[in-house]
């Protein structure tokens, strides 16, 4: 059974390291590591080349001329995906060191429902902070005898990322665009779970993923409510004929929340504005 591993990276030299050294200490290796370089101006390329010197047979790298963003970057990826099973992870992530080997047992445990379908091998994870606290996100609904429902994943029911992907429904991933919405990969991701037919839940596959903290800054918080409400009504104005009442109600509450949230936060910094020009 062939693995690869697509690591999307832009100026993450300080992290690609621990991402690189964490795949090739695992007790079974990936066929194949993909970098996908967003034009990175740091020493990225160095450390790559390094590891090629290392591994030429098993990793490929390639550099964007010029900057495309991170949907861009992995639409440019999508077209090297090869392999039973794809694991598309950020420069600045990590794997356990049995998490290769766990997706295989998984897959050869359940092969005859996964050939020839849309499906996804549903691991656990770490969200990494930078202050070095972790939070673990489980799913714990998923037991051995859990039959697939999509309702799960789009109430969040199922913590999941773009570990673990048949080559088929990789290859469905939107082809998405930037824009200026920070919340929009969770619009196309939405989107691509529609797709899904087999979910398989394999909890003793562990990954890790950095939260950085520039995103949700004080200073950003305001278009980070916007994108989300944004990608939530999108999705909801585009897909909720297909869902049941509840899936539909739950959508409006989340925007509805999301809303006062952005509110509150309006508020919040007017207020402080208004006291330090006193």
């Known amino acids: 059974m062939k693995q690869q591993v697509i690591i999307i990276t832009y100026n993450q030299c300080d992290h690609l390291n621990s991402c690189l050294e964490s795949i090739f200490a695992n007790t079974v290796l990936p066929w194949r590591v993909s970098v996908f370089d967003d034009a990175s101006v740091d020493k990225t390329e160095f450390i790559i080349r390094r590891y090629i010197e290392l591994y030429p047979d098993m990793i490929h790298y390639h550099k964007n001329a ?49 050939v020839g379908r849309n499906f996804h091998i549903c691991s656990s994870f770490d969200y990494v902070y930078e202050n070095g606290e972790c939070r673990t996100e489980r799913s714990s609904i998923i037991k051995e005898d859990y039959k697939f429902n999509v309702d799960d994943i789009l109430m969040n029911r199922i913590h999941h990322r773009n570990l673990g992907l048949g080559l088929d429904y990789f290859r469905l991933m939107p082809d998405a665009d930037d824009g200026d919405y920070l919340w929009m990969d969770l619009y196309y991701h939405l989107e691509h779970c529609l797709q899904l037919d087999v979910l398989i839940g394999c909890p003793g596959a562990k990954s890790f993923f950095r939260q950085g903290s520039g995103v949700t800054s004080k200073s950003l918080k305001s278009n980070l409510y916007c994108s989300k409400i944004f990608a939530l009504s999108k999705f909801f104005l585009d897909f909720g004929v297909l869902f049941s009442k509840k899936i539909r109600l739950y959508f409006i509450f989340l925007i509805i929340v999301s809303s006062f949230k952005m509110f509150a936060h309006f508020v919040i910094e007017f207020a402080s504005s208004t006291s330090v020009s006193r």
């Open 66 to 114: 010029d900057n495309l963003g991170i949907f861009g970057n992995i639409d440019v990826a999508k077209k090297s995906a090869e392999g039973e099973v794809i694991h598309l992870i950020g420069g600045d992530d990590y794997f356990d060191v049995k998490f290769f080997e766990e997706i295989e047992k998984c897959y050869h445990k359940n092969e005859g429902s996964l």
